[in-house]
């Protein structure tokens, strides 16, 4: 098991992110945008063949096509095209192979640079105006030595080349027969759209906060009252939904602090995440997750939070 492992399975809020670069060719001369994701996401960095470019009849023009990879056959997408960045094009570039939401796909940079461990509280959430914005790609930003680096939303990306809606098309129509009460943090504006959306379609009082720093100062006022009104945290709330990658704190850090509480522990916790897979389930088992559901499943993500609550019981455990 690497450190990485450790870090996330004691919900420490730290993160490794690998940082890889665009140069823009501008007027003046080679500008650099440096960028970051969760390592957690990324396979391998391979070169790219050379005569790789968009087809006139491509998707999207960021497509590039696809590439033979050992026995996969690779999609590859021109992140500074995607980015609309007039990429000063070089020899070597590279391709950030990555697997997130149950699909593997490259992603065509400038260069890589190195893998950096950071920590969730020092990823700056993009400001107000920016995370507004249905379009945004930024998750956050972090400095690193004396250049900001920028957290993209891959998913973001991918989304935008899919055409077939099918995150639309996949909402689930389960409703419940009683009212409940969701606390929902993800740090993506569009996913806590049609969050929002898709729990409040399914009788439930969605509680939408963007990342996990603010969902717990959330939880501690439900504590408050808990302990000045002589009440159960059931009492306020049925149950935390929580994705993983959040500044500020992230969902395996969220859940730990959740049901280490002697007073919080009693409310169940679903993570929901890209990132989740079978390989990495041990990871929310470590916090203490009650259920783990990954993104591509978000048509059955109410339906399970429904069946979590309707078997919880006030001693934290599933009747």
């Not at 996913?191 to 969902?215: H, W």
Request: charge should be negative; include cysteine; proline fraction near 4%.
């Amino acid at each position: 098991m690497s450190q990485t492992d450790i870090l996330l399975e004691s919900g420490t809020n730290e993160l490794e992110i690998i940082e890889f670069f665009i140069n823009e060719q501008t007027d003046s001369g080679v500008e650099t945008h440096y960028y970051g994701v969760n390592v957690a996401k990324v396979l391998e960095v391979v070169e790219a063949p050379e005569g790789l470019e968009a087809s006139e009849a491509a998707v999207h023009p960021s497509f590039l096509g696809t590439i033979p990879l050992r026995d996969l056959i690779l999609p590859v997408v021109d992140l500074s095209v995607w980015l609309d960045i007039d990429r000063a094009q070089d020899v070597n570039e590279p391709i950030i192979v990555t697997e997130f939401n149950a699909m593997i796909t490259g992603f065509l940079v400038s260069g890589v640079t190195q893998i950096h461990r950071v920590n969730w509280a020092d990823v700056e959430p993009p400001s107000k105006y920016v995370s507004a914005m249905d379009t945004n790609c930024i998750t956050g930003t972090v400095k690193i030595g004396d250049r900001f680096v920028i957290m993209l939303d891959l998913e973001m990306v991918l989304a935008d080349l899919d055409e077939s809606g099918q995150t639309q098309a996949n909402l689930s129509s389960v409703v419940s027969d009683e009212r409940y009460r969701a606390l929902i943090a993800d740090d993506s504006t569009s996913v806590r759209t049609l969050l929002q959306k898709n729990f409040t379609d399914a009788n439930f009082e969605a509680i939408m906060v963007s990342d996990g720093a603010e969902a717990w100062s959330r939880l501690e006022r439900v504590k408050k009252l808990c302990e000045e009104e002589g009440k159960h945290p059931l009492d306020f709330l049925d149950v935390v939904v929580s994705d993983v990658e959040m500044p500020q704190m992230d969902g395996y850090t969220l859940t730990r602090r959740v049901k280490e509480d002697p007073v919080l522990k009693a409310l169940p916790v679903v993570l929901f995440s890209s990132l989740i897979s079978k390989s990495v389930l041990h990871k929310g088992k470590a916090v203490m997750a009650d259920e783990q559901v990954t993104k591509p499943e978000f048509h059955g993500l109410t339906e399970k939070v429904i069946n979590l609550v309707r078997s919880w019981d006030r001693s934290g455990k599933t009747a």
